[in-house]
Nanobody, 120 residues
Framework: QVRLVESGGGLVQAGESLRLSCTGS????????PAWYRQAPGKQREFVAA???????KYADSLKGRFTIYTDSAKSTVYLQMNALKPEDTGIYSC??????????????WGQGTQVTVSS
C-alpha cells in the first residue's frame, strides 16, 4: 500500500528540539514536492514548510530560522527539524507529498499526522 508514514512527534519543553520524519512507503520510485502543515487545537490547518520543484525551500514567515525542511531522496523521506520550540508550536503535524509510482506517475498523499506538544 502506497502511503506516507510520519514519526518523531512527542512531548517536549519550551526551547527544546524535535525532528519529524515522513517516509513514502510501498511500491514507489521517489517523493516530490514535500511539505509540512500543522493544525493547532481549535484552529485551521496552516502551512509550515515546503521544498519547491526547483529545490528551494519555503517557510511560514513566523517559523523562519527555527524550522528546517530537508529530504533524503534515497530514503524517500522528508524531515522537519524544529528548534527552540514554543508552546504555540503545539499541534498535529502532517506531511504532504507526491509519490512516484513504478511508471513515474505522481499522486498526492497526506500522512496520518503526528502530535507535537510543547509545554511551557
Amino acid at each position: 500500500q502506497v502511503r506516507l508514514v510520519e514519526s518523531g512527534g512527542g512531548l517536549v519543553q519550551a526551547g527544546e528540539s524535535l525532528r519529524l520524519s515522513c517516509t513514502g512507503s510501498g511500491n514507489i520510485l521517489g517523493i516530490n514536492n514535500p511539505a509540512w502543515y500543522r493544525q493547532a487545537p481549535g484552529k485551521q490547518r496552516e502551512f509550515v514548510a515546503a521544498i519547491l520543484h526547483d529545490g528551494s525551500t519555503k517557510y511560514a514567515d513566523s517559523l523562519k530560522g527555527r524550522f528546517t525542511i530537508y529530504t533524503d531522496s534515497a530514503k524517500s523521506t522528508v524531515y522537519l527539524q524544529m528548534n527552540a520550540l514554543k508552546p504555540e508550536d503545539t499541534g498535529i503535524y502532517s506531511c504532504n507529498a507526491g509519490l512516484y509510482d513504478s511508471n513515474w506517475h505522481s499522486l498526492n498523499y497526506w500522512g496520518q499526522g503526528t502530535q507535537v506538544t510543547v509545554s511551557s
